[in-house]
C-alpha cells in the first residue's frame, strides 16, 4: 500500500498561491488515482479535487473551481495542488488521498484506502 506524505502548506494572504505536493512511497504510484481533502477548524473533512491515474480526468468541489488545480508527476510519484487566488476560508489542513478505483465525481472518503498525515494552509484576510 502506498504511503503519502503532504508538503507545502503556511501562511499566506488572502489572494496569494500556494502549491501542495504529495510524495508516495511503497507502492506502484502511477496506478492509483489521487484525491485532495480538506479539513477546517472545527469542521468534517471534504473533498476538493481528484484525478485518475494518468492525470487525464479531474474534478473539483464548486467552491475551489477556476482557482485550484490537481496534477501529478508519475515519473515523481507526486501529485500536486496549486492553489491561486486563496480565500480565508480555504483555511484547513489538506490531506492527499490514494485509491485503486477512480470514480469520476465521487467526493466520499469511502474508497480511498491511503491517507497522508495533512499540511496546513492558513489564509489571512
Known amino acids: 500500500q502506498v504511503q503519502l506524505v503532504e508538503s507545502g502548506g503556511g501562511l499566506v494572504q488572502a489572494g496569494g498561491s500556494l502549491r501542495l505536493s504529495c510524495v508516495g512511497s511503497?507502492?506502484?504510484?502511477?496506478?492509483?488515482?489521487m484525491a485532495w481533502f480538506r479539513q477546517a477548524p472545527g469542521k468534517e473533512r471534504k473533498f476538493v479535487a481528484a484525478?485518475?491515474?494518468?492525470?487525464?480526468?479531474?474534478y473539483y468541489t464548486d467552491s475551489v473551481k477556476g482557482r485550484f488545480t490537481i496534477s501529478r508527476d508519475n515519473a515523481k510519484n507526486t501529485v500536486y495542488l496549486q492553489m491561486n487566488s486563496l480565500k480565508p476560508e480555504d483555511t484547513a489542513v489538506y490531506y492527499c488521498?490514494?485509491?485503486?478505483?477512480?470514480?469520476?465525481?465521487?467526493?466520499?472518503?469511502?474508497?480511498?484506502?491511503?491517507w497522508g498525515k495533512g499540511t496546513l494552509v492558513t489564509v489571512s484576510s
Open positions: 488521498a490514494a485509491s485503486t478505483v477512480y470514480v469520476y465525481g465521487r467526493v466520499q472518503e469511502d474508497g480511498f484506502n491511503a
Open positions: 511503497g507502492g506502484t504510484f502511477s496506478r492509483y488515482a
Open positions: 484525478m485518475n491515474w494518468s492525470g487525464g480526468s479531474t
